[in-house]
């Protein structure tokens, strides 16, 4: 019969095993036997032949014991750690942290693998698919398709790709759609995903690569999914590397013998595809693994039941309730509160409204007061100024009426006649609605108001309303698309009061005297409006006062003018002062407004 390529390969291995345990190891010496259990997950000839070496160098390297090996599966290993049938253990990581849980192992070296980087980066998985599969490429797409993988405890060949799995969210248990445990030789697994019988296969790091130079098979043919690079290790990765398998003591080893056993490990000489020892990894990695999984040493996180709970945790369960009664009679308490001081507030807000509702009725009622005294104070001139057109339309009426009765009445001079009537009663029209505009009640509202026209408007009423008015000048030196965003009736308000003003402390003087200058300018980021007159001006007691109510220079004023005006340019943002003329007599009262960019 003709052995197969992989029977050679073992049987040679196992002969090399037995022949290096007959030759090295010391039988006639005297010492006492050190029990080296090793974890052998490819079978006892796989496990001879890869730590017979080992067995060989401690027998020569620490004289005195004699060293053999005891090959397990896992629950023989367990067993045989807890009847302490072993002195030393060698398994793997996974393994390693937990019976370091349930028999206090403790690591004295990790294995240096020959195609490992580094003690600590050694062990990982690639996630393995046919290269055709064009819907699978990061690890996430596993979800709903079957997977090979060695067995639920296999740590390179399933719980390092797991975790993986855990990580982007998909949980290997549940959205998998089916996990397929082929059992060694990992080749299962590749020739499962090869003929399709499965989507992908979780095999350790390096397995491709190593066949591929062995010739069988063709790394073309294959993808790794979520491929990565970690310290420096030429393979396709598709999770982090994890530390080598280490050697460990039992609980009742000799530390003597321990610290020989180390010295010894970590002596071992290096070589080209030889194995080596370095001192023990941080196994941390590999607890956080099971912590996420939950299995091994963290079982008990996928276990807990209510009655768990309180008989682990009764003390803390019971101060957890007391705080929880606690938080909760304080939150009643708080809540009653809340709710007394927000009806407190609740009634002190609607007050507020109502007492703020009766200030702007206020307000309103003394602006509309102030035009009306505005109005009864020019009202002698504004009555002269509506007889002017009244009598001229009565003169033309009476001229059409004499020319009739004398026969000479001509069409042209008819319609001479009721074009002028047409014109002058046109004019008192206007004189009469502007002043009704003025005068009337109206809620405010704010808009980009363009205060030259308003300006405008201001000395149009002003001069319709007087016999002989003075000049008024308005003098714009606005720059940019600056402009106030205001109540034009109520700056309008203002400057009539403001002209006003001026002209009655200009009434009595020489005509050059009682012009009267409006400045409209730009002073970022605000408009500025001066109101100047060169009349007979404050002294600086007058000034002090002159913005408070009832406080007036005039014999019949009321003193609510300024006050008022004062009032207005406050509720916009701006300011109102008077200054004297730095230039001649007079004075200048100014007022500002925010500017307003009608470009943003």
């Given amino acids: ?124 998985s690639a996630v393995i698919v046919r290269a055709s599969r064009q819907d699978l490429h990061e690890l996430s797409d596993l979800a709903g398709k079957r997977v090979a993988a060695v067995a639920p405890e296999a740590f390179g060949g399933y719980l390092a790709a797991a975790r993986e799995l855990l990580r982007l969210g998909i949980d290997p248990e ?12 990992m080749t299962k697994i590749i020739d499962a995903v090869k003929h399709g019988r499965v989507d992908a296969g979780i095999v350790r790091a390096c397995l491709l690569e190593q066949m591929a130079r062995q010739g069988q098979l063709k790394l073309e043919d294959f993808r790794v999914l979520s491929p990565r690079q970690e310290g420096g290790l030429a393979c396709a990765l598709s999770t982090p590397l994890y530390p080598d398998w280490p050697i460990a003591v039992t609980r009742q080893t000799d530390p003597a013998l321990a610290k020989a056993v180390a010295r010894a490990l970590l002596a071992m000489p290096e070589g080209e595809g030889k194995m080596s020892w370095s001192v023990p990894a941080d196994y941390q990695p590999v607890h956080d693994l099971y912590r996420d999984l939950r299995i091994g040493p963290y079982a008990y996180l ?47 807000l609607h007050a507020r409204e109502l007492a703020e509702a009766r200030m702007r009725e206020s307000q309103e009622q003394m602006e509309h007061l102030s035009r009306l005294s505005v109005l009864g104070e020019l009202s002698g001139n504004l009555a002269h100024e509506i007889n002017q057109p009244l009598a001229t339309i009565g003169n033309y009426a009476r001229s059409v009426l004499l020319r009739q009765s004398g026969g000479n009445l001509t069409p042209a001079a008819l319609t001479e006649a009721c074009t002028e009537i047409v014109n002058e009663s046109e004019r008192a029209g206007g004189i009469v609605q502007r002043i009704r505009h003025f005068v009337r009640k109206r809620a405010a509202l704010r808009e980009p108001t363009d205060l030259v026209a308003i300006a405008e408007e201001a000395r149009r009423l002003i001069l319709g309303m007087l016999d002989r ?32 003003n001026a002209l009655d402390a200009s009434r009595d003087l020489p005509a050059e005297r009682r012009g009267i200058q409006i400045i409209i300018e730009t002073a970022e980021p605000r408009l500025l409006v001066h109101v100047i007159d060169r009349g007979i001006g404050l002294n600086a007691a007058q000034q002090t006062h002159l913005f408070e109510p009832f406080f007036t220079t005039k014999p019949d004023g009321l ?10 340019i406050e509720a916009h943002g701006g300011r109102l002062w008077a200054a004297p003329n730095a230039d001649g007599p007079g004075m200048r009262f100014s007022f500002s407004l925010p500017c307003h960019d009608q470009s943003a």
């Avoid at 003193?559 to 207005?568: D, E, F, R, Y």
């Fill in 302 to 348: 996928r276990e807990i039941t209510p009655e768990g709970l309180v008989r682990r945790f009764w003390p803390w369960l019971l101060g957890a309730l007391a705080l929880l009664m606690a938080w909760i009679i304080h939150t009643v308490r708080v809540e009653h509160l809340v709710h007394r001081r927000t009806a407190e507030l609740r009634d002190s």
């Fill in 559 to 568: 003193g609510l003018g300024l006050p008022i005006c004062k009032t207005i």
């Fill in 174 to 185: 549940s959205d998998i759609k089916e996990t397929v445990f082929v059992g060694l030789p």
């Fill in 1 to 124: 019969m003709r052995l197969s390529a992989d029977q050679r390969s073992w049987g040679l291995r196992f002969i090399f095993g037995l022949a290096s345990l007959l030759i090295l190891s010391p039988v006639g010496a005297t010492g006492r036997d050190v029990a080296i259990g090793v974890f052998a997950y490819q079978g006892e000839r796989a496990a001879i032949s890869d730590w017979s070496p080992v067995i060989a160098y401690l027998n020569d390297a620490v004289p005195g014991h004699r060293f053999r090996l005891d090959n397990y599966d896992v629950e023989g290993l367990r067993k045989a750690i807890a009847e302490q049938r072993v002195d030393l253990v060698i398994t793997n990581p996974g393994y390693y942290v937990t019976m370091e849980t349930e028999f206090g192992l403790s690591r004295i070296a990790t294995l240096v693998s020959p195609y490992a980087v580094t003690a600590t980066q050694a062990i990982g």
């Fill in 469 to 500: 008015p003075p000049g008024i000048t308005i003098d714009n030196k606005l720059t940019g698309a600056c402009q106030a965003l205001a109540d034009g009736p109520q700056i309008q308000q203002v400057l009539l009061n403001l002209i006003k």
